[in-house]
């Protein structure tokens, strides 16, 4: 009887607790878009978005910047993976993108090749050659590492003069991205790819003449839109593209194929951010990737036939919120400006979504997805 009266004080101090600290902060958690009828069902589009360094402190900290909230927490299905490389317990982009990408683990520095240095077959390379729609979005160069991957095939990821021409092979539906130079300005061999790009049939844009949001491409050919000569700025130094491309992506390559489309978008900067130890500035790109993912969440929610995953390539910087801090008042600490081999979250809305929960290997993301469309097995691993 004492005792229950205990508990019962217990629980009276802890809902205080809770409705005190809810006046300070919002600590609603809205699962707003759980649909039980996606069970079982294929999705026609699939949206890979990709936090670039983003592990669970990148995300604990954006959330706790941001009134305790993220777009990220919609997601009925989370799950985590492995990310290690071919040998290396401890994977760069380039490797943990063509895992992704292709469904093998390879070396770090690899873009769109297996171990043996062959080319593997993307699942974008996959979804053009099926007919779907296709397209990729960066706040990088389009030709570093993570969006390579998907679309090119060389040894080293160094090479991104080797890999722009890839882009005139697979033809995208929709490209955004830095790296205006490896196409056009300081190529060494003075081919002009964006000219070339131009004489295929796209649309093209870029930052020296307007702004993303100054181009409105109404789907009936293909539109790229580079962003920076070489590596975009920081979203803290006036970048704003990134929720932008997310927001018009969807419907547009809808309209460029009846069959379907494959979209990887990337916020490449929270890796850059933790690389330099600065937290704020991976605050600031988490946030601006979390944007990204609400206005693709709000295009899938309405498209229902669209499934969204959400990942990262590996974590950056042993991140870690340290004692002291408050709520929207974090102390960050690092313990590398290198990457870390701890697990990466993933999570998914949409038909095929419950698929990717649980643990397991980042190569499953290319499986499960290449299941979902519905494509042949492709055997990209001289192993498998
Ligand atoms: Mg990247
Ligand atoms: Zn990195």
């Known amino acids: 009887m004492k005792r229950n009266r205990i508990l019962l004080i217990c629980l009276f101090l802890s809902i205080t607790a809770s409705i005190i600290g809810s006046a300070a902060y919002s600590d609603k958690t809205n699962h707003t878009v759980f649909v039980p009828q996606y069970q079982g069902k294929q999705p026609k589009n699939i949206i890979l978005l990709i936090g670039d360094g983003m592990g669970l402190t990148?995300?604990?900290?954006?959330?706790?910047?941001?009134n305790n909230h993220l777009n990220l927490e919609q997601f009925p299905i989370t799950g985590l993976i492995k990310t290690n490389a071919h040998k290396r317990l401890i994977t760069d982009s380039g490797a943990a993108a063509t895992s992704f990408a292709c469904g093998c683990k390879t070396y770090n520095g690899a873009i769109g090749v297996n171990k043996n240095k062959k080319p593997c077959l993307s699942i974008l390379e996959q979804a053009s050659q099926n007919g779907l729609a296709t397209g990729l979005i960066a706040s990088s160069s389009i030709t570093h590492a993570t969006p390579a991957s998907f679309i090119a095939h060389v040894p080293d990821r160094a090479d991104m003069e080797g890999i722009a021409p890839f882009f005139l092979q697979t033809k995208l539906d929709l490209l955004i991205g830095g790296g205006l130079n490896y196409f056009r300005k300081r190529r060494s061999d003075a081919i002009n790819l964006y000219q070339q790009m131009q004489d295929a049939g796209y649309q093209m844009g870029n930052y020296?003449?307007?702004?993303?949001s100054s181009y409105k491409p109404a789907g009936d050919r293909p539109f790229a839109w580079f962003s920076a000569d070489e590596e975009p700025e920081s979203v803290g130094n006036g970048r704003d593209y990134l929720p932008l491309?997310?927001?018009?992506?969807?419907?547009?390559?809808?309209k460029r194929s009846p069959k379907g489309f494959f979209l990887m978008l990337e916020g490449s900067q929270i890796d850059w951010a933790c690389h330099k130890n600065n937290g704020p500035y991976a605050i600031q790109e988490m946030l601006d990737f979390d944007a990204a993912i609400g206005a693709i969440l709000k295009f899938a929610v309405a498209d229902g036939e669209t499934l969204v995953i959400v990942t990262a390539d590996h974590e950056t910087g042993g991140m870690?919120?340290?004692?002291?801090?408050?709520m929207d008042s974090l102390i960050i600490g690092f313990s590398t400006e290198q990457h870390t081999a701890t697990m990466v979250p993933v999570f998914a809305y949409g038909p095929g979504a419950e698929q990717f929960s649980g643990i397991y290997e980042n190569t499953e993301i290319f499986f499960k997805m290449q299941a979902l469309f519905g494509f042949p097995t492709t055997s990209t691993d001289p192993k498998k």
């Open 320 to 326: 870690a919120i340290k004692q002291g801090s408050e």
């Open 208 to 212: 020296t003449e307007n702004k993303l």
């Open 58 to 66: 990148q995300i604990s900290a954006g959330l706790y910047s941001n």
């Open 245 to 254: 491309a997310a927001e018009l992506a969807g419907p547009f390559l809808k």
